[in-house]
């Protein structure tokens, strides 16, 4: 064997050993990626459903607010009926009767439908802070994934430990997201 076979086959026998030292961090990047593709749809998700409970929470204040109209437009109208001049006294008086009625009504359901609207805003606020958690996270695995590739490139383990930290933080995050209610 020649000197130069003797060289070549240590250089193949020392790369084998870097890629042999470097495959938990690949191991840990493929870990990262997915659990930035996982975050990543857990925070699509949460946004959208703050959205949804929004529009929710926006049609039961809409409902609400009709239902306080009708009540006013009725009071109105009921004053006018009393002081205006009317041709058929009988017939306003039963107007002013079933107006009477329907104000009860509407008097009665407002405080449910504004407990409703104010427990679905209160819904949309969870939402979005769990999207804020998810976001962050999101961005720490990112940043964790991409420090931990710096030590391919460097062959330095210090990177891959960083890594693991901002990973560490990042899934602290999303369980924080799911203790939010």
């Known amino acids: 064997m020649e000197a130069n076979e003797a060289q070549e086959l240590k250089e193949q026998a020392e790369h084998g050993a870097h890629e042999s030292a470097l495959r938990p961090v690949a191991f840990t990047m493929s870990v990262l990626a997915v659990l930035v593709a996982v975050t990543t749809v857990l925070g699509h998700r949460t946004h959208t459903e703050a ?6 929470a926006t049609d039961q204040w809409n409902e609400y607010q009709a239902k306080k109209i009708r009540d006013y437009n009725t009071s109105l109208a009921d004053g006018a ?44 606020e969870q939402a979005e802070a769990r999207a804020d958690r998810f976001d962050l996270a999101e961005a720490l695995l990112e940043i964790g994934l991409v420090i931990t590739s710096v030590t391919l490139l460097t062959r330095s383990r210090i990177y891959w430990y960083l890594g693991l930290g901002f990973s560490a933080l990042g899934v602290a995050s999303v369980a924080s997201a799911f203790l939010i209610r």
Request: no cysteine; charged share 35%.
């Open 51 to 56: 959205v949804l409970n929004q529009n929710q």
């Open 81 to 124: 009926m009393k002081v205006g001049p009317i041709a058929d006294k009988a017939e306003a008086e039963k107007q002013i009767k079933e107006h009477a009625e329907r104000r009860a009504k509407w008097a009665a359901e407002l405080p449910q439908d504004q407990a409703k609207a104010e427990a679905l805003q209160q819904k949309v």
